[in-house]
């Protein structure tokens, strides 16, 4: 292809090196769409005959075809998608094939294809965290009640209900949909004909094209066209977010299905066996979450180290900005599936999580609550009674709601029957009704406006 000053060929190591089509091949759609786009433009614009355009996208339309019904071709002396593409359509249709790369440039024809394929990848999960929010909504709503041990520094704090904590995770989803949805408004400008750096001096409609390529315009400036990888960045920051909050909830089923707590019982279609201690049910897909997010990270790093050395405008190095992107979007998309048919047929088990919540005495607040709401105790006051309180149950080795009422009362002649009949845990969260807090009434709300927000196409927050 641009062979004309060459008087031999490249090296094989130098072939190998240089390129990308074993990866790139993934952007084959996305390339066709573009020069299709490029060349009816060339065609109104009388920069080509329309007879010519005509035969061109004639041409690439076969070559989408082929491409559908038998992958794309490897040869690695064709370097990358693009010439792939163009070699093709030349076996196609001759030497009018050659008129197609007017007025563009590979720089201009990648930033592109890859802009249109990390539009589809964030839609693509979009589609799929919404999903992965209705199974949340659907578990959190069956469990608006179910009592469960809210923890801080993983220590019993207080009760809480099982459905805010699954809507906690609905919150942060709705927050990484809204991290995707702006990566993609603020990425959809069309790169094309910007050329190789500089703009073109032929008469090309960039609005045109952006509008057949679905952006919402061009983009301003040929240089920062053609060298920036902002929305690689974005979807990569957006994907590591996402993968960080599926990895906190993946890290809390490994706990929760752990004997000790025993809080959950994966599915058999969700777990797997060990080949040697017959007995074991190990949480592999939550573990593989967990761990892909690494993976995840490293890429959005490893695509922040190639770009910051970089001057304006192209360098080859940045061909090196596709293999993170996709191994990221693989394993994100993976990573939702995963979490959502694993949310789905996950088995909670009430009678553990509140035994568990009853202990620790966890509605120790309550009653320094009850002090100070019902005698007028102020607060630091009600937190030094209630301390001496649980050290006086610790050392009777009971609950504080059994403590005998004698010795509460040699505590604090404040504390009476009436305190101690309000410690159970089901009167603790009912109580936490403050907007955003764990009352049953409050969760149920939430669940209402998530569910509606859902179902009008929205976010669930
Ligand atoms: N395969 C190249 C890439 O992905 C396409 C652009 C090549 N441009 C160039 N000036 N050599 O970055």
């Given at each position: 292809m641009w062979g004309g000053r060459f008087a031999g060929g490249p090296a094989a190591v130098m072939r190998e090196i240089n390129a990308s089509i074993p990866f790139d091949k993934r952007l084959w759609q996305q390339d066709i769409a573009g020069s299709r786009a490029h060349v009816a433009m060339l065609g109104a614009q009388g920069i080509l005959s329309l007879d010519d355009a005509a035969t061109i996208d004639a041409g690439l339309a076969r070559i989408h075809d082929e491409f559908a019904a038998n992958g794309v071709p490897v040869d690695m002396a064709l370097e990358d998608i693009h010439m792939t593409v163009e070699s093709r359509l030349a076996e196609l249709i001759g030497p009018v094939a050659g008129r197609l790369h007017t007025a563009r440039s590979r720089n201009d024809q990648v930033a592109t294809d890859f802009r249109l394929w990390v539009r589809d990848a964030i839609d693509t999960v979009d589609a799929g965290l919404a999903a992965f929010q209705a199974v949340l909504l659907d578990r959190a709503e069956e469990h608006a009640d179910t009592v469960m041990p809210g923890f801080t520094h993983l220590q019993v704090a207080q009760p809480v209900t099982l459905g805010h904590?699954?809507?906690?995770?609905?919150?942060?989803?709705?927050?990484?949909?809204?991290?995707?949805?702006?990566?993609?408004?603020?990425?959809?400008?069309?790169?094309?004909?910007?050329?190789?750096?500089?703009?073109?001096?032929?008469?090309?409609?960039?609005?045109?094209?952006?509008?057949?390529?679905?952006?919402?315009?061009?983009?301003?400036?040929?240089?920062?066209?053609?060298?920036?990888?902002?929305?690689?960045?974005?979807?990569?920051?957006?994907?590591?977010?996402?993968?960080?909050?599926?990895?906190?909830?993946?890290?809390?089923?490994?706990?929760?299905?752990?004997?000790?707590?025993?809080?959950?019982?994966?599915?058999?279609?969700?777990?797997?066996?060990?080949?040697?201690?017959?007995?074991?049910?190990?949480?592999?897909?939550?573990?593989?979450?967990?761990?892909?997010?690494?993976?995840?990270?490293?890429?959005?790093?490893?695509?922040?180290?190639?770009?910051?050395?970089?001057?304006?405008?192209?360098?080859?190095?940045?061909?090196?900005?596709?293999?993170p992107l996709f191994e990221a979007h693989d394993l994100l998309a993976l990573s939702i599936a995963a979490m959502t048919g694993m949310m789905e047929s996950i088995s909670f088990r009430p009678d553990r999580m509140r035994a568990a919540a009853a202990s620790g005495y966890s509605t120790a607040t309550d009653l320094a609550d009850w002090l100070v709401r019902e005698r007028n105790v102020p607060f630091r006051e009600a937190h030094h009674i209630v301390g001496s309180a649980v050290k006086a149950a610790e050392a009777h080795g009971c609950d504080l709601a059994d403590l005998p009422l004698a010795v509460a009362q040699a505590i604090d002649t404040r504390l009476d029957a009436g305190a101690l009949a309000a410690l159970t845990v089901e009167a603790s969260v009912a109580s936490r009704t403050s907007h955003g807090g764990t009352a049953p009434v409050r969760v149920r709300e939430a669940i209402a406006a998530a569910r509606a927000a859902l179902a009008g196409g929205g976010n669930a927050s």
């Amino acid at each position: 292809m641009w062979g004309g000053r060459f008087a031999g060929g490249p090296a094989a190591v130098m072939r190998e090196i240089n390129a990308s089509i074993p990866f790139d091949k993934r952007l084959w759609q996305q390339d066709i769409a573009g020069s299709r786009a490029h060349v009816a433009m060339l065609g109104a614009q009388g920069i080509l005959s329309l007879d010519d355009a005509a035969t061109i996208d004639a041409g690439l339309a076969r070559i989408h075809d082929e491409f559908a019904a038998n992958g794309v071709p490897v040869d690695m002396a064709l370097e990358d998608i693009h010439m792939t593409v163009e070699s093709r359509l030349a076996e196609l249709i001759g030497p009018v094939a050659g008129r197609l790369h007017t007025a563009r440039s590979r720089n201009d024809q990648v930033a592109t294809d890859f802009r249109l394929w990390v539009r589809d990848a964030i839609d693509t999960v979009d589609a799929g965290l919404a999903a992965f929010q209705a199974v949340l909504l659907d578990r959190a709503e069956e469990h608006a009640d179910t009592v469960m041990p809210g923890f801080t520094h993983l220590q019993v704090a207080q009760p809480v209900t099982l459905g805010h904590h699954l809507m906690a995770y609905v919150e942060m989803i709705a927050r990484d949909r809204s991290r995707f949805a702006d990566a993609r408004v603020r990425m959809n400008r069309s790169p094309l004909g910007s050329a190789a750096l500089a703009g073109t001096g032929f008469p090309v409609d960039r609005h045109a094209t952006a509008a057949a390529l679905g952006f919402d315009g061009p983009t301003a400036n040929s240089l920062d066209s053609v060298s920036d990888r902002d929305f690689a960045l974005d979807y990569l920051a957006a994907a590591s977010s996402c993968a960080l909050h599926l990895s906190r909830l993946a890290e809390e089923v490994i706990i929760w299905a752990s004997q000790p707590y025993g809080f959950v019982s994966l599915s058999d279609a969700w777990s797997t066996g060990s080949s040697i201690m017959p007995q074991k049910r190990n949480p592999d897909a939550a573990e593989l979450v967990r761990g892909h997010t690494g993976r995840i990270i490293g890429c959005f790093t490893a695509l922040m180290i190639t770009m910051k050395g970089l001057p304006l405008a192209y360098s080859k190095d940045m061909q090196d900005d596709k293999p993170p992107l996709f191994e990221a979007h693989d394993l994100l998309a993976l990573s939702i599936a995963a979490m959502t048919g694993m949310m789905e047929s996950i088995s909670f088990r009430p009678d553990r999580m509140r035994a568990a919540a009853a202990s620790g005495y966890s509605t120790a607040t309550d009653l320094a609550d009850w002090l100070v709401r019902e005698r007028n105790v102020p607060f630091r006051e009600a937190h030094h009674i209630v301390g001496s309180a649980v050290k006086a149950a610790e050392a009777h080795g009971c609950d504080l709601a059994d403590l005998p009422l004698a010795v509460a009362q040699a505590i604090d002649t404040r504390l009476d029957a009436g305190a101690l009949a309000a410690l159970t845990v089901e009167a603790s969260v009912a109580s936490r009704t403050s907007h955003g807090g764990t009352a049953p009434v409050r969760v149920r709300e939430a669940i209402a406006a998530a569910r509606a927000a859902l179902a009008g196409g929205g976010n669930a927050s």
